[in-house]
C-alpha cells in the first residue's frame, strides 16, 4: 500500500544520474545519514502522489549514495528522476530522546517556559533556515513568539503531554509579551 504524503518524511532527494547506465546520487538529508545506507526501498515524489522504488544496491559516495533502482537502466530514465525528494514512512524515524525531537511531530504540542512553567502557547510550525532552529509558537493572546533553539538551550520533550519545556534566553518573552 502506498502511504499519503502527510504519513511519509522526506529522507532527501535524488540529485542526478551517475555514469551511464541508471545509477543515480542519493542526498540523505539527516544528521545521521548513515542510519539509512541499506534501504530496500523508499517513495518517489512525482506530481502529487509517492511511486514506490526498489533499491537494488546502494553505496557511499562521499556524503551521498549511488542507488541503483529497480527499472531504472540507463542514464535517460535516471535523468527522469534528478531532482525529486524522497520519502520514508514516518514509522521508519528512528525513536529519540527527551531532549530532542523531529519539527513535525511538535506541531500543535504545547510550549512551556522552564524557569515559570508558563504556557506560552501552541507551537505552529518551526523554521530550519537560519544557523539554528526557530520554534514558531501562537502566544495564548495571538502573539507569535519565535525561540531560538541553538545547541545550548535546553529543551525536554514530553511526547505524552505532547509540550516541549524550553530554557529561554534572558528577556526573550519581555519582547512578545505585554507587560503586566
Excluded at 540507463?74 to 520519502?87: I, N, T, Y
Excluded at 545550548?152 to 509579551?177: I, N, W
Aim: proline share 8%.
Amino acid at each position: 500500500m502506498i502511504p499519503d504524503i502527510a504519513d511519509c518524511f522526506n529522507l532527501g532527494i535524488l540529485t542526478k544520474p551517475h555514469g551511464v547506465q541508471g545509477e543515480m546520487l542519493l542526498f540523505v538529508d539527516a544528521d545521521e545519514p548513515e542510519r539509512y545506507r541499506k534501504l530496500e526501498g523508499f517513495f518517489v515524489e512525482r506530481g502529487d502522489r509517492l511511486v514506490p522504488y526498489f533499491v537494488e544496491t546502494m553505496r557511499p559516495h562521499g556524503k551521498r549514495y549511488v542507488v541503483r533502482l529497480e527499472g531504472v537502466d540507463d542514464f535517460e530514465a535516471a535523468s527522469q528522476l534528478a531532482g525529486l525528494k524522497v520519502h520514508l514512512p514516518l514509522d521508519q524515524l528512528p525513536d529519540l530522546d527527551n531532549e530532542t525531537f523531529y519539527f513535525h511531530e511538535v506541531l500543535g504540542w504545547r510550549c512551556f517556559d522552564a524557569e515559570t512553567n508558563q504556557d506560552l502557547g501552541a507551537i505552529d510550525g518551526v523554521r530550519d533556515d537560519g544557523p539554528y532552529p526557530l520554534l514558531m509558537v501562537q502566544g495564548n493572546a495571538g502573539e507569535e513568539i519565535i525561540i531560538p533553539l541553538p545547541e545550548h538551550v535546553s529543551v525536554k520533550v514530553d511526547r505524552a503531554q505532547r509540550c516541549l519545556t524550553v530554557t529561554l534566553p534572558p528577556g526573550l518573552l519581555e519582547l512578545y509579551l505585554p507587560a503586566e
